[in-house]
């Protein structure tokens, strides 16, 4: 059996005004114990993937490429001897394009990092600068060059649309240079305006418009259909990549893998029904995994235990975003029974396609996939 393991990497030169993920823009004091906890982290929860051979190794935030290589290579090493680690993992560190210069490109690649996943967003400098952040359009498109040119390969970037200052021609050109890259993986999401986010205040103040609903179905329209003549398989529905170039690690969380999640604000799962999510205080983190682990404010980190209606709603959820699907063996007979009840509207629409084995969303029932997903959840009111 397979496993995972999150690093959380919480700290960022700034933060962009689109970011609700946890970060703190703290100096190097803290990224010194932050390490020592990671590493006091995995040793004590090895016993979580115990029997499982760990195929992925993700460094997400935040800002990995924010923390030192050698702190990086520390932690992989900690990884390495605690956990039953595949040769040949996925391992993936998220990098902001002006962090990566030829010598940081150099340096992941000689510590074991095979995989970089980069928040370019945009290649046009004006949209870059409404969102705050760090690099300009030249700084992304020299890191994607400088990783490739120190070996590694397997580059993915994040696009962004539905941004300040964006229209349907800027983000055609973001895809088309996209495109011209060499890099094998891109991630493209619709800009959410979360609540509390320095974006959120400006819109708030009507200093800026959220795109329109057909913005935003023209621009992911048109991403699919520029990604697929270019050769990108749609393999998830915000996820492209070039043939056999899937991320393991996402697909763990999309098809209901175990993984192990260690750092600050950190999520873990067991592969059946326990969740896991660690608190977000880095001091408290810190104290508590690099002390005696007794401190009079508890353990950092809560339980969670999903019930039958909830391991059945995550399914939805989760499967339906895939380009495989949900399988119905996933299933028991009363939920295969409810499923199909629900799904037959979009069935006969054709939103959804079912091929006996398998429920699928299609092209078309991926433009309203989150109504459809809604629909489908189940209902304890219904009787079958």
């Given at each position: 059996m397979n496993s995972s393991v999150y690093v959380h990497v919480p700290f960022c030169a700034r933060r962009c005004d689109y970011c609700s993920?946890?970060?703190?823009?703290?100096?190097?004091?803290l990224k010194t114990a932050y390490t020592h906890a990671v590493m006091a982290e995995a040793a004590c929860r090895a016993s979580e993937a115990q029997g499982r051979t760990v195929r992925s190794i993700y460094f997400g935030g935040g800002t990995p490429s924010q923390l030192p290589v050698n702190d990086i290579a520390r932690i992989l090493e900690s990884i390495f001897m605690n956990f039953s680690v595949h040769h040949d993992a996925e391992i993936t560190l998220e990098a902001n394009p002006d962090d990566v210069s030829p010598a940081f490109a150099a340096a992941l690649r000689s510590v074991g990092i095979n995989r970089v996943s980069m928040g370019v967003q945009s290649f046009h400098d004006e949209v870059l600068a409404s969102i705050n952040r760090r690099h300009n359009?030249?700084?992304a498109v020299s890191a994607v060059e400088n990783l490739y040119n120190a070996g590694i390969g397997n580059i993915s970037i994040d696009l962004i649309y539905g941004l300040p200052q964006q229209n349907l021609a800027i983000f055609e050109a973001d895809i088309?240079?996209?495109?011209?890259?060499?890099?094998?993986?891109?991630?493209?999401?619709?800009?959410?305006?979360?609540?509390g986010t320095p974006l959120f205040l400006r819109k708030q103040k009507g200093k800026i418009r959220e795109a329109s609903e057909e913005t935003f179905v023209k621009m992911y329209s048109m991403l699919c259909d520029k990604l697929d003549a270019a050769g990108f398989l749609h393999y998830e529905i915000s996820n492209f990549c070039r043939p056999g170039y899937e991320s393991y690690h996402n697909g763990g969380y999309w098809n209901g893998r175990q993984y192990v999640g260690l750092g600050p604000g950190a999520h873990s799962y067991d592969g059946v029904r326990t969740r896991r999510s660690n608190d977000c205080n880095l001091q408290f983190y810190n104290r508590f995994w690099t002390s005696s682990r007794q401190t009079d404010n508890g353990k950092p980190y809560e339980i969670e235990e999903l019930n039958t209606m909830e391991l059945y709603d995550e399914k939805i959820m989760t499967r339906l975003r895939c380009r495989e699907g949900l399988a119905l063996e996933e299933?028991?007979?009363?939920?295969?029974r409810y499923l199909l009840r629900t799904a037959q509207p979009y069935i006969q629409s054709g939103d959804l396609q079912n091929d006996g084995k398998r429920i699928r969303l299609t092209r078309k029932g991926i433009f309203i996939s989150d109504a459809i997903m809604a629909e489908l959840m189940w209902d304890s009111n219904l009787i079958l």
């Open positions: 993920f946890y970060s703190t823009v703290s100096g190097n004091e359009a030249s700084e088309d240079k996209a495109i011209t890259l060499p890099i094998r993986h891109l991630s493209s999401y619709a800009l959410s305006i979360e609540e299933l028991t007979y009363e939920e295969q």
